[in-house]
DNA sequence: TCAAAAGTGTTCACGATACACCCATGG
DNA sequence: CCATGGGTGTATCGTGAACACTTTTGA
């Protein structure tokens, strides 16, 4: 490493060759029962057959993450959704003919909200467990996010982002089962959820096949509180 | 934002402009009792009086936290050194002068091994807790890696990367002290680090004022098991 | 022999886990 | 009236937290 053994540390550095860089999206949502993330085909002449997760440009003059919410809101038609920034991947081996950096975020939408409007181009829904065949290094950066959602699962709160505004707690339940692979007793779920605070009752009840469901509602207030204990230890 | 509303998804694109993108790092080690960071003089005439972190420049060639370390070790005469990406930081506000995107690396180095070969710049060790006037986000930025730390401690086992290679139970919680800022009980602490499987003891003693301490060592076998079992709960 | 740091076990409280039955509605 | 999903409480166990004294050495 002796050429770069002397770089001044100064904010006017620039070095001649810079590569390449954008963001990119990792969308979660739940749809027919199945945890499904968005994806789009890659380029047919250099990954062939494969899909990749929903690019954007660095926009310089907006903040990353509000380039990344704004984009999606573009292909998404929901009001609201849980961003935040998973990683930034780069190196010499990611795509065959560029030195492409990515700063991958982090997205979780509501189940009742995801109808897509197909703008430019074929953005579909796709199982995130089980994906079709990624380019360049999406499999790998899909089962990062995979681990981050059920990490953060287990830890914080994040599961009503991928539920309609009211919710049954069955339905809560079930998308947690889901996503963990694994099954929950009924009872310490129901206790864990309500003991915490994070969401309250509605008035309303939702009737189905048997006795109807009380609906709950997040507290949006309780996020902070939520964010730094565990619900599932 | 009608201006992004069809970028396709391909692979092939680029925008006109790109914003400038760099590397930097926080480094942290213990000197004098204190958790220090390394930091170098800011550009004068940009930043007057201010200090920063070390940036580093993209080498296409090289992926990004190789280069991460490389440069670093051009710095630092350490043998080894912990390194995680921190964060990305991009937006318009950052730098008065250009749009700049800086991926952020966090590093912990050893107590013994801190040995600086001043190259270049005027690289320095600050207190971590009360650190000088930064430029840009970079107090920001510090104050996450320090919560980073410290959250880290308590999870995993992160506290011997700012160790030498052998330490007693005392220097350890010292350290672990140190930084989370709170004293614990040495009992817990010493049942707890040894039930971990972390560390064995050595056959060395560290003789000193008062009862000489036995030595431990890290094992490195045991870092994977670790990092998925809460230490400090 | 004294000062200074190293080392060592037990008790208690709380939270996680396991577990089975009654309730309300629609067909 | 029965099938279907909704809703509720308790006993047990494991783990974290609090706590004080003995041991070894060098001065």
New binding site residues.
């Given amino acids: 490493m002796s050429e770069n053994a002397k770089f001044p540390c100064h904010d006017e550095n620039k070095t001649g060759i810079q590569p390449h860089i954008e963001l990119r999206v990792v969308v979660f949502t739940l749809h027919e029962d199945q945890l499904q993330t968005l994806l789009c085909p890659s380029n047919p002449a250099t990954f062939p057959g494969s899909l990749e997760f929903p690019g954007f440009p660095v926009l310089p003059g907006l903040a990353l993450e509000q380039t990344a919410e704004s984009c999606l809101k573009d292909l998404l038609d929901v009001p609201e959704l849980y961003l935040e920034q998973l990683f930034t991947y780069g190196g010499p081996q990611r795509h065959p003919s560029q030195s492409l950096i990515s700063v991958v975020y982090f997205a979780l939408i509501s189940l009742d909200a995801h109808l897509i409007e197909n703008q430019a181009g074929h953005y579909t829904w796709q199982s995130a467990e089980n994906p079709p065949t990624l380019a360049m290094d999406h499999a790998e950066i899909l089962t990062y996010a995979l681990r981050r959602l059920r990490y953060k699962l287990e830890y914080t709160a994040v599961g009503f982002e991928l539920l309609p505004e009211t919710f ?4 809560l339940q079930k998308t947690y089962e889901m996503i963990l692979g694994e099954t929950l ?4 779920f ?3 959820i ?2 915490g605070g994070i969401i309250e009752a509605t008035e309303d ?11 709950y509602r997040y507290r949006p207030d309780a996020v902070a509180e939520v964010k730094t204990r ?4």
Same sequence: chains 1, 2.
């Fill in positions: 049954s707690l069955s339905e007793d009924k009872r310490n129901r206790r864990r309500l003991q009840y939702r009737s189905g096949e048997g006795r109807p469901a009380r609906l565990r619900l599932f230890p």
